[in-house]
T-cell receptor, first 112, second 115 residues
Framework: QKEVEQDPGPLSVPEGAIVSLNCTYS??????FMWYRQYSRKGPELLMY????GNKEDGRFTAQVDKSSKYISLFIRDSQPSDSATYLC????????????FGKGTKLSVKP | SAVISQKPSRDICQRGTSLTIQCQVD?????MFWYRQQPGQSLTLIAT???????TYESGFVIDKFPISRPNLTFSTLTVSNMSPEDSSIYLC????WGEGAEAFFGQGTRLTVV
């Protein structure tokens, strides 16, 4: 079992839809949870960053972490064509200065 | 945040040759990392670039194939040596500042094709 599982999609939705992206993980030592957005031929861009369990909201984006279920989500409200990108979940162990463990990424397409 | 510049952004190389990728950060950072991103795969960590000492490599990656330098707190290079078509991938530089919860920033990546 991989440490981080993410459905690669692709996911296609109409403009204005609510998008739900998810990752599951196996190691309870993960404490830091991130969502990155990656446009085609660009590097990953940090979108949301959450420590431990709970919700975090930033504009149209909401990140949720459920450590009891080892499940994280990213919700995008009122999706726009400019949201079309690959969304990568990433996690880091507590007490770690080091690297991130990534999911495979979900490719999202928002159709006008 | 930190702005990370990578050069070259893309290259097409002959098998058996080597390519050095440069990573420049606009401010001092503590940790620098090199990742590989293959189509349909997760980002995979190649190594942590340590300032003034040898890089720390992940399982499956070796110094002879991917030598790394980090002469100061803002600059690192990754060399892909004796390339084969299997090395065709996107290579990404990442950096964080000090602190357990420090955010990681990425360069735009280097798209390498080996023919």
């Amino acid at each position: 079992q991989k440490e981080v599982e993410q459905d690669p999609g692709p996911l296609s939705v109409p403009e204005g839809a609510i998008v739900s992206l998810n990752c599951t993980y196996s190691n309870s030592a993960f404490q830091y949870f991130m969502w990155y957005r990656q446009y085609s031929r660009k590097g990953p861009e940090l979108l949301m960053y959450t420590y431990s369990s709970g919700n975090k909201e930033d504009g149209r984006f909401t990140a949720q972490v459920d450590k009891s279920s080892k499940y994280i989500s990213l919700f995008i409200r009122d999706s726009q064509p400019s949201d079309s990108a690959t969304y990568l979940c990433a996690m880091k162990y507590g007490g770690s200065q080091g690297n991130l463990i990534f999911g495979k990424g979900t490719k999202l397409s928002v159709k006008p | 945040s930190a702005v990370i510049s990578q050069k070259p952004s893309r290259d097409i190389c002959q098998r058996g040759t080597s390519l050095t990728i440069q990573c420049q950060v606009d401010s001092q950072v503590t940790m620098m990392f090199w990742y590989r991103q293959q189509p349909g795969q997760s980002l995979t960590l190649i190594a942590t670039a340590n300032q003034g000492s040898e890089a720390t490599y992940e399982s499956g990656f070796v110094i002879d194939k991917f030598p790394i330098s980090r002469p100061n707190l803002t600059f690192s290079t990754l060399t892909v040596s004796n390339m084969s078509p299997e090395d065709s991938s996107i290579y990404l530089c990442s950096a964080t500042r000090w602190g357990e919860g420090a955010e990681a920033f990425f360069g735009q990546g280097t798209r390498l094709t080996v023919v």
